[in-house]
Structure formats: C-alpha cells, structure tokens
C-alpha cells in the first residue's frame, strides 16, 4: 500500500532556483493538501485542493504554486526558492471521514 | 480563525508511567474534529487519536485517552502505561466541518510537545 508518496525527500538550492515537490496518492481521496513544517510553529497549510482542478490557499501561500490536473497528483512548485522557504514540507490526502493522510516529509535547504 | 496552543514544548516521562499533555483551542465553530497526531525520529506523522465535537464521550485508543472539555476549548491526552516507543512530537489538531460534513482536508496544528519516555 503506498499511501502518500512524496519526492525528492530531501533537496538543496541555492537562492533563486525553481523546484517542484511532487505527491501522488492512490486512495482516491479528494481532498489534498501541502503543509510546511518549522521549529515552534507546528505544521502550516500552504494550499489545498478539494478535486482536480480545485485549489485555494492556506495560511502561508506566498512563493509556493500549485495545480491539481487529476485526482492523484498535487505538486508543489516554488517559482524562486529563498532561505526562507528552508522547511520540511508534508503532502497528505483525505475524506471527508476528517482523518489525514500524511506523506514522508521532504527537507528542502535553501542556501 | 482558529488556534490552537500547546503549552507544554517538552515533556518527560518514566516508562510505565502516565502522563498528559496540553492542549487547548480557540474556535467560534460548532462542528469540528480534534486530533493527536505523533510524529517519531522517522518523520512520519501518525495519527494518535480522534474526536468529534459533537460527541461528549472522550475518544480512547488503546492506551491513549483524551479529555475534552468543549466548554473549555480543551482537549488533553493522556498516555499510560508509557512505552520507549511512545517517545516523540505530539501534535494537538483542529479541522473545522463545513456544511455538509465537508472538511476540506485543512488542519490547523499546535506547536508541538516534544515528549521523551525515560527507561
């Protein structure tokens, strides 16, 4: 059962360069999510998307995109990566049963 | 908005003992869903346990219970009979029902409480 999956599951840039982190799940779920993780601070929405091509923004969007083309796929893109952008970030998916489903994390430095 | 605060960023406990950790909330919403989710050393965030507001009895999960005083904005889980597996960040979560049931997926997180289970 993969679940969640998300890649790379670590990543260095430097100021400036673009990346996409990628999440995939194979429950069918319809609600997605991205999450950034930081020190005293929790986990923290970025964007959702409640089915293929539905997104809206969380509680920190500014410097991230996303898209959602199928039921499956939500990747993450940072357009221009700053330093502070360094965080472990966590995809999951979910039902409307309130549980989610989170990803492995994937720790991205920003130089 | 809504908020929800952990008090306690680090907590210790012997093995086989009890302990509890804090949590409490700020919400003007009616219909929500409270949670614990446990993130070890690996990362990976699990789900602890669960809790619907509209119900007044306490969620229990093997040896994982909690407290929920909604009256309170409150909602405290206890661990007993603490395990060297139990030790990890513990996360306290709120995601808000919208009509419908709907939930949308968006969970708002404390800070965390770092708990570590001493042999």
């Known amino acids: 059962n993969a679940g969640v999956t998300q890649t790379p599951k670590f990543q260095v840039l430097k100021t400036g360069q673009s990346m996409t982190l990628q999440c995939a799940q194979d429950?069918?779920?319809?609600?997605m999510s991205w999450y950034r993780q930081d020190p005293g601070m929790g986990l923290r929405l970025i964007h959702y998307?409640?089915?293929?091509?539905?997104?809206d923004q969380g509680e920190v969007p500014n410097g991230y995109n996303v898209s959602r083309s199928t039921t499956e796929d939500f990747p993450l893109r940072l357009l221009s990566a700053a330093p502070s952008q360094t965080s472990v970030y966590f995809c999951?998916?979910?039902?409307?049963?309130?549980?989610?489903?989170f990803g492995e994390g994937s720790r991205l430095t920003v130089l | 908005a809504q908020t929800v605060t952990q008090s306690q960023p680090e907590m210790s406990v012997q093995e086989a003992e009890t302990v509890t950790l804090s949590c409490t909330y700020d919400t003007s919403e009616n219909n929500y869903y409270l949670f614990w989710y446990k993130q070890p050393p690996s990362r990976q965030m699990i789900l602890v346990i669960r809790q619907e507001a509209y119900k007044q009895q306490n969620a229990t999960e093997n040896r994982f219970s909690v407290n929920f005083q909604k009256a309170a904005k409150s909602f405290s889980l206890k661990i007993s009979d603490s395990q060297l597996g139990d030790t990890a960040m513990y996360f306290c979560?709120?995601?808000?029902?919208?009509?419908?049931?709907?939930?949308?997926?968006?969970?708002?997180f404390g800070q965390g409480t770092i708990l570590t289970v001493h042999p």
């Open positions: 979560a709120f995601m808000k029902q919208f009509a419908g049931g709907t939930s949308y997926g968006k969970l708002t």
């Open positions: 998307s409640v089915g293929a091509g539905i997104t």
């Open positions: 429950m069918n779920h319809e609600y």
């Open positions: 999951a998916s979910s039902r409307d049963t309130g549980e989610l489903f």
